[in-house]
């Protein structure tokens, strides 16, 4: 089946500092991206939707200038940390659609955990 | 955007069938009703997908009845492996459309 990898897998940063995470769709285009974040022992929530050439829309609550968000090609995503602090450690998942049939099937990647200290 | 709702936990033992139970009331004509298996520190994997009656693939069945209100995924024989997180989720048609993800379904195998 489709592939979407993230990278990387694991990153501690200290506070104050920005980290970016990618997501790339592997063998397949897609135009539309998006970014979860995953407590332990609770459900994704979605934070924005990633759009190839245009700007992302973020879901309320979520800060658009913390959470910086790039889709510069078919298969390439970024999320940008900023200015990261330790309430922003958490599981972060990225998912691309995939064209089958007359419908779409959802593939997530690996997800990247995100530690500030 | 339809909105799923599934059993919080479900507990069972190696060698039987398990059968979650999704409610999705107000799904769309072109959605199609996904379910995912989520391990600790992973992203949710793929299990089957289907819009209508029955799927089945190596893994598992998916059951949904005529009014697709709701759909049913069944494992076959679980074993301690499949404990897990189980999504279900209702994909739009559009590739751009965003997906909510409800509670999921905590199962827990026993041996």
């Known amino acids: 089946g489709a592939v979407v990898s993230q990278h990387p897998s694991w990153v501690i940063c200290k506070s104050g500092t920005s980290v970016k995470i990618e997501c790339r769709s592997l063998d397949f285009q897609a135009t539309t991206m998006f970014w979860y974040r995953q407590f332990p022992k609770q459900s994704l929530m979605l934070m924005a939707t990633?759009?190839?050439?245009?700007?992302?829309?973020?879901e309320q609550g979520v800060e658009k200038d913390k959470f910086l968000i790039n889709h510069a090609s078919l298969t390439l995503s970024t999320l940008t940390v900023t200015s990261a602090h330790p309430e922003d450690s958490s599981f972060y998942i990225c998912?691309?659609?995939?064209?089958?049939?007359?419908?779409?099937?959802?593939?997530f990647g690996e997800g990247s955990w995100l530690t500030v200290v | 955007l339809a909105k799923t709702t599934q059993p919080i936990s479900m507990d069972s033992y190696e060698g039987q069938e398990v059968n979650i139970t999704c409610s999705h009331n107000n799904i769309a004509t072109n959605d199609y009703i996904t379910w995912y298996q989520q391990f600790p520190s992973q992203g949710p994997r793929f299990i089957i997908q289907g819009y209508k009656t029955k799927v089945t693939n190596e893994v598992a069945s998916l059951f949904i009845p005529a009014d697709r209100k709701s759909s049913t995924l069944s494992l076959p024989r679980v074993s301690l492996s499949d404990t897990a997180v189980y999504y279900c989720l209702v994909v739009p048609g559009s590739s751009a459309s965003k997906i909510i993800f409800g509670s999921g379904t905590r199962l827990s195998i026993r041996p």
């Open positions: 998912s691309a659609s995939y064209p089958q049939g007359l419908g779409n099937t959802i593939y």
């Open positions: 990633s759009n190839e050439g245009s700007k992302a829309t973020y």
